[in-house]
């Protein structure tokens, strides 16, 4: 009896040091694939996406990736060096997405335009994954501007919908490609020091940025709903990506894949934000329910990081 009571008492303290492990859930999307740095040549390209895929499946985060295709031709012709970057994600069982063919703005094109660029996107994704027997299912608005009146949100939507895509929408907005852009510039000045200052200072934001979020969806929910960061396939996530997500499981987060993120009921909210700004998800429902429910403390990127990136303002 007093074995069974015993079993009893370790089951019932694994279920809760299990629950409390994993109270939280996010899915990590990755944007510009295969690679946005000013590294663009082949070698540091397959360097930045090594490092990076090897930490992801190190960390066992079933990541999603967003492809412009421009990049994968060289003067017109399409260039198999860089689609086997593309074919290394896959190998490392991670999705692919769309993220339009030369990361076109909405809000500068037609909307004619900007559906062409969508399917001009997809060819060779779409070919790597019915190879692996897989189909292309999401779609990422670049600079997550999603159009500026509603017409076009319900036309583009229409659109998407007729062609198998889901919108991926983006929970966990932060700065990391102003980050990158100041640990590229000061790579090639050969600035080390910065690199590593920028490096330093780059993990914690994301952490306050994290802390941020979970308190906006807390205020709008009174709950975490299953979150959705964005990343780009860029070098200091090819430094740092490790480190990100050990803040992340330190935090309590699980890692899921974003098929498993929209499930959540939050995400069959609406989205009628039409300004110019990319913004949060988390912030269009906030700023649908009032002004009011939007955390005014957002955290801001470092003035140093903002001048090493040569960028006046977030
Ligand atoms: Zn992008």
Excluded at 208 to 218: T, V
């Amino acid at each position: 009896m007093k074995v069974v009571f015993t079993i009893l008492l370790i089951s019932l303290w694994c279920v809760f040091a299990g629950a409390q492990e994993q109270r939280r859930s996010i899915a990590v999307t990755i944007d510009d694939l295969p690679v946005v740095s000013t590294r663009r040549d082949l070698k540091n390209r397959r360097e930045i996406t090594k490092k990076l895929l090897a930490h992801i499946s190190k960390a066992k985060v079933p990541a999603i990736g967003f492809v412009n295709e421009n990049k994968l031709y060289k003067n017109g012709q399409r260039d198999e060096s860089q689609v086997d970057l593309l074919r290394s994600w896959l190998a490392a069982n991670l999705e692919l997405g769309n993220h339009t063919f030369s990361h076109l703005s909405l809000h500068d094109n037609s909307l004619e335009k900007y559906q062409a660029d969508i399917l001009q996107g997809e060819i060779i994704t779409k070919e790597l994954l019915k190879a692996k027997n897989l189909k292309m299912r999401y779609f990422r608005h670049p600079y997550l501007w999603t159009g500026l009146d509603l017409d076009t949100k319900l036309q583009l939507g229409n659109f998407l919908t007729t062609h198998d895509y889901t919108i991926a929408p983006v929970t966990i907005d932060n700065s990391d490609w102003i980050f990158a852009s100041a640990y590229d510039k000061a790579f090639d000045k050969n600035d080390k020091k910065l690199m590593k200052r920028i490096g330093a200072a780059y993990v914690p934001y994301l952490e306050a940025k994290m802390d941020y979020w979970e308190r906006q969806s807390n205020k709008l929910f009174d709950r975490e709903i299953k979150q959705i960061l964005l990343l780009h396939a860029n070098f200091i996530n090819s430094d740092y990506f490790d480190d990100i997500a050990a803040m992340l499981k330190k935090r309590s987060y699980k890692f899921i894949t974003l098929e498993e993120a929209l499930k959540d009921e939050a995400y069959r909210l609406p989205d009628t934000f039409v300004k110019r700004n990319g913004i949060s998800w988390l912030h269009r429902w906030a700023l649908a329910k009032g002004r009011e429910t939007v955390l005014s403390d957002e955290p801001k990127t470092p003035e140093f990081v903002l001048k090493a990136a040569g960028i006046d303002s977030e």
